[in-house]
């Protein structure tokens, strides 16, 4: 993952991970996040909510709150976020990009598979 990884000590000595450096991603209910690929690897961890993602295969990956997933990177690998739920959907993800660089880059739909209708975007 990329940015830098913390460690908080408990009382008993126990260490716990703290999230990395990272980005915080919202989607409301009914929002979602367009078709779009990453030019690096994302590591994500759903903080909240329920997303599904539809991939370029048009495989559909459903992460609830507590789970993580693997973005790999470039245009072979468009996808789509979307929040059917009622909560907004909370992600915690860490590219490794320099600062300035586009984050996802927008793109068509797949062939095939039908343009994202979405009510509100992912900030």
């Known amino acids: 993952m990329g940015g830098r990884r913390t460690m908080t000590a408990r009382p008993g000595g126990a260490c716990v991970a703290t999230l990395p450096t990272g980005r915080e991603i919202v989607i409301p209910p009914g929002g979602c996040t367009?078709?779009?690929f990453h030019r690096v690897r994302l590591d994500a961890v759903v903080l909240a909510g329920t997303l599904t993602r539809v991939l370029h295969d048009r495989t559909v990956e459903v992460h609830t709150?507590?789970?993580t997933f693997v973005e790999p990177a470039g245009i072979?690998?468009?996808h789509l976020g979307h929040n059917l739920g009622t909560e907004p959907v909370v992600l915690h993800v860490?590219?490794?990009l320099p600062a300035g660089t586009p984050f996802a880059i927008p793109t068509p739909a797949p062939a095939g598979v039908t343009q994202a209708v979405?009510?509100?975007h992912a900030r």
Do not use: S
Request: with cysteine; hydrophobic share 25%; charged share 0%.
């Open 65 to 67: 709150a507590g789970t």
């Open 76 to 78: 072979g690998h468009i």
């Open 94 to 96: 860490t590219p490794a």
């Open 34 to 36: 367009g078709w779009h």
């Open 118 to 120: 979405c009510g509100q």
